[in-house]
């Protein structure tokens, strides 16, 4: 699994985004639009509101409003998975996660 970046929430939490989520979101069937705004997805996660889904209390949705965004965007959607996995000494860690951002209009 390779890493691309990880970045704090303004709760302290922190999230990461692989290459093949990377891949994944800017890929041809899915959000390509998103490929020039790698940035603004990091500052979504670090300043956006944050909101849990209420059907899956690990996933989190995370909103920012952007003024340049293409065609008729106001805001880029990162969607963390929030998650735990084992240290080597047996601990629970965070292993949260960006599964999928994308560009939408929000009025």
Do not use: C
Not at 22 to 30: K, S, T
Not at 91 to 107: D, L, R
């Amino acid at each position: 699994m390779s890493i691309r970046w990880t970045v704090n929430d303004h709760f302290g939490n922190a999230s990461y985004l692989t290459q093949e989520r990377w891949d994944h979101i800017v890929g041809p069937n899915n959000h390509p639009e998103m490929v020039d705004f790698e940035g603004h997805l990091k500052k979504t996660i670090q300043t956006g509101t944050r909101k849990q889904d209420s059907l899956n209390p690990q996933k989190y949705r995370y909103v920012k409003a952007f003024e340049d965004l293409p065609e008729a965007n106001t805001h880029i959607v990162a969607i963390v998975l929030f998650r735990f996995k084992e240290s080597e000494t047996g601990e629970p860690i965070q292993n949260n996660y960006i599964v999928t951002a994308y560009q939408k209009e929000i009025g």
